[in-house]
């Protein structure tokens, strides 16, 4: 028995690009998303008020606790983020260990 039912209100909707249901993905978008980006994907949602930098800090952490060395390049560039924050982050999630041996290429 289900008690969902099909979204009806757009406001409501996926925004473009962001409708992966797979996080890791998320994190990447968020994480290499420019300002000019993120306004115009976000514009008229709540989503506006996590701002860009939370967002790309929580994917740096997301990607530093279950990123893959799939994520190693990405995480480098974001040393170089725009936002302090952010970069601070990405360093973190360079800096940990990881199962697949991602610390070996640092």
Known sequence: MSFSSELREPALAARDGLDSRDTRVLARTFLTMSQAEFSARVKGSAMKRAKRKGLARNAAVMLGN?????DVPLLEAALQHDEPLVRE??????????ADGALSLL
């Open 66 to 70: 279950v990123g893959t060395t799939a």
């Open 89 to 98: 982050h990405a360093a973190w999630a360079l800096a940990r260990p990881r």
